[in-house]
């Protein structure tokens, strides 16, 4: 099992940056998360897999934040993807590194043996497990991006027009026809 790795190849003593960079602070790590919760958990998590030699620092020597990207591979690897993730690479320099999940893993292995990530974000699309994506963030608990739960309300096109209505963006006006599993359908208006 591998996994992809992005960093920033520049090199970090440029002359021409003379506006200084934020120094992110370091999210705590899961198990102090948790201890300090006070949460009592039945059975404690497993301790996480062993990814490369060692912990990669930045220049502060601190542990370097590790954003872990977990989607198909179609979305993870997009050139809007891979756009975003150059320019975060290229504003935080040596203050962080991305992980992509290689889509084998994501479908075939347990949660328990994907790398470890202080920072998750997940896209669902066809064929993703979004189940195990909200595991591993149960497991781990990184800082999530974008709202793993929320997800499943993208799939269901009621929720999404109650969503723009309650936020006062314009829509237009639409009926949806939702089917059971006989084929016998329900038709819901948007009635304004």
């Not at 896209?123 to 497990?129: C, V, W």
């Not at 739960?149 to 829509?171: E, M, N, S, T």
Request: proline content about 9%.
């Amino acid at each position: 099992m591998s996994t992809t790795e992005l960093t920033n190849d520049t090199p970090s003593s440029s002359s021409a940056s003379t506006t200084p960079r934020p120094s992110p602070t370091m999210p705590s790590t899961p198990a102090t998360a948790a201890s300090s919760e006070g949460s009592t958990s039945d059975a404690a998590a497993p301790p996480p897999p062993k990814v490369g030699e060692g912990v990669e620092t930045a220049p502060n020597g601190m542990k370097k934040i590790i954003i872990g990207v977990c989607a198909m591979q179609r979305k993870a690897n997009s050139k809007p993807m891979k756009a975003i993730m150059q320019k975060i690479l290229e504003y935080y320099q040596d203050w962080l590194s991305f992980i992509i999940f290689p889509e084998d893993l994501i479908i075939n292995e347990p949660v328990e043996k994907w790398p470890l990530c202080d920072c998750l974000i997940s896209f669902h699309a066809t064929d993703f497990p979004l189940y195990k994506a909200i595991e591993y963030e149960r497991l781990r608990r990184p800082y999530v991006i974008n709202d793993l739960h929320r997800q499943y309300d993208l799939l269901d096109r009621r929720k999404v027009f109650r969503a723009l209505a309650r936020a006062g963006i314009a829509h237009p006006r639409h009926c949806v026809l939702i089917r059971d599993a006989e084929g016998n359908g329900r038709l819901f208006f948007d009635i304004e």
